[in-house]
């Protein structure tokens, strides 16, 4: 038997990660490449959280331990809950520092209607629109009043985030004049 990371945590870990990532970052252009580096920075926290604890256990060494009648606040830690709190922290920090702050740098584009699509997360769906403008193709969740179809020509308008990543704000329908 192989002792190591638990495959079960592994997939529970690649779920979460996903789900919580379109969350996050689907109005955000290149958004997998954001929740990427939130990703590296919850491990690079937890790993840095774990040498900590690791250290001060060290320096208060203690010949006898028993675990079981120590608080909760003394025990060990979870490695696990660790690392899986620190990354859900570095997603939601690195989202949060990129799409918070205005920076005043907006723009409109045209893009076309190529996939409406669905993502389930937890007991909830959303909705979901695939846009492409021949170049590059982006993903933006419309609100609960707004209805496009495949085909259609929107008008995207694009703001840039702090960290670079530029978030789409709205879309809607162009208005073509005859």
Not at 30 to 59: H, P
Not at 77 to 97: D, E, K, R, W
Not at 122 to 137: D, P, Q
Not at 145 to 174: C, M, R
Request: overall charge positive.
């Amino acid at each position: 038997m192989i002792k190591g990371f638990p495959v079960g945590l592994l997939v529970i870990a690649v779920g979460m990660i996903s789900q919580v990532g379109f969350l996050l970052n689907a109005d955000v252009i290149e958004g997998q490449y954001l929740t990427l580096i939130g990703i590296v920075f919850g491990l690079s926290a937890g790993l840095l959280f774990i040498v900590y604890r690791r250290w001060r256990l060290f320096r208060k060494i203690h010949v006898f331990h028993n675990s079981n009648k120590l608080p909760w606040y003394k025990k060990p830690p979870n490695h696990y809950m660790v690392f899986a709190l620190c990354i859900l922290g570095g997603m939601v920090s690195v989202t949060l520092i990129n799409n918070m702050p205005d920076t005043g740098d907006q723009r409109v584009e045209i893009y076309n209607v190529t996939g409406i699509g669905e993502q389930r997360v937890r007991y909830e769906v959303f909705k979901y629109l695939r846009l492409s403008n021949g170049l590059k193709t982006i993903t933006y969740r419309p609100g609960d009043n707004q209805n496009f179809t495949l085909g259609e020509e929107v008008e995207v308008t694009i703001e840039k985030g702090l960290l670079g990543f530029s978030q789409v704000l709205d879309a809607k329908p162009t208005r073509r004049q005859w």
